[in-house]
C-alpha cells in the first residue's frame, strides 16, 4: 500500500499471487486469549427465515476498532462501492472467527494475534496504538508487511497477519449486494419489454450458433 492509488483489479490480482504460509509467533505481542467454549454442530441446512449466528462473537471493541481501520485501508471507498467498514466487514471478521470450525478457529487464531501485533508494532514506533496514528503512518506500516516474500525477518508474523486479513476482506466485501456494481454483477434485474435472448457473442463464444 502506498499513497499511489490501486484499483480493485490490483488488489485482486495481488491477493491471487500470494501464498500461502504459516505463522509465526508474534515478536513483543501477548499471544491471542484461546476460545474456550465447546460448541456444538450446527445444521447442515441453515434456516434463512431466522438469519441467527449460532456462535459467539469473540473479538472486543477496541479490536473491530483497529479492523475498520484496516479493512478501510485495503478498501477504501470509490465512486462506485463504500468503504469496508461502512458495510460492516470488521464485523463479518468478528463473526468469521468466530466460528466452530477448523479453518476458522486457525484465523481466529492468526486475526486476534495480528490484531495484537500491529499495535505493538505502532506502540514501539510510534507511541500510539494503530488506528490512532497517522494515515501515512499507517499505509507505512503496511507497505512493510504487504509482501510476506519482501518483509524482513523481523515482519514475518506481521505479513503472514496481513496477508490472511486482505483475503478475509475481500471475500466479506465483495458478498455484499452494496459492492456488486464494482464488478459489473447484475443480478435478477427485471427487464422492460420482450426478453432480448442470449447477447450473440455469447452464442458464438459457446458455439451454439445456427441450434
Known amino acids: ?30 499471544p491471542p486469549k484461546p476460545l474456550t467454549r465447546h460448541f456444538k454442530n450446527t ?3 441453515p434456516d434463512y427465515t431466522n438469519p ?5 462473537k469473540p473479538l472486543e471493541a477496541t479490536e473491530l476498532a483497529t479492523l475498520a481501520v484496516l479493512v478501510d485501508l485495503i478498501l477504501p471507498a470509490d465512486e462506485s462501492s463504500p468503504a469496508a467498514s461502512a458495510i460492516g466487514v470488521h464485523d463479518f471478521l468478528n463473526e468469521w472467527v468466530g466460528a466452530p470450525y477448523p479453518e476458522n478457529r486457525a484465523d481466529y487464531e492468526t486475526i486476534r494475534g495480528g490484531v495484537a ?6 506502540w514501539k514506533h510510534h507511541g500510539k496504538a494503530f488506528k490512532e496514528i497517522a494515515p501515512e503512518e499507517q499505509t507505512a506500516i503496511l507497505d512493510s508487511i504487504c509482501d510476506p516474500a519482501k518483509s524482513l525477518p523481523e515482519l514475518a508474523y506481521g505479513a503472514r497477519f496481513f496477508q490472511k486479513l486482505r483475503m ?16 459489473g454483477y447484475v443480478g435478477n434485474s427485471p427487464i422492460a419489454g420482450p426478453y432480448p435472448g442470449v447477447p450473440d457473442e455469447i452464442i458464438k463464444l459457446l458455439g451454439l450458433e445456427g441450434l
Not at 52 to 56: H, K
Open 43 to 45: 445444521l447442515s441446512d
Open 52 to 56: 441467527t449466528i449460532p456462535w459467539e
Open 1 to 30: 500500500m502506498s499513497s499511489s492509488p490501486i484499483s480493485r483489479r490490483d488488489i485482486f490480482k495481488l491477493v491471487a499471487a500470494a501464498s500461502a504460509a504459516g505463522a509465526l509467533a508474534p515478536v513483543g505481542a501477548e
Open 117 to 122: 501485533w500491529i499495535n505493538t508494532h505502532a
Open 168 to 183: 478475509l476482506t475481500l471475500g466479506g466485501y465483495y458478498t455484499h449486494p452494496a459492492t456488486w456494481k464494482s464488478l
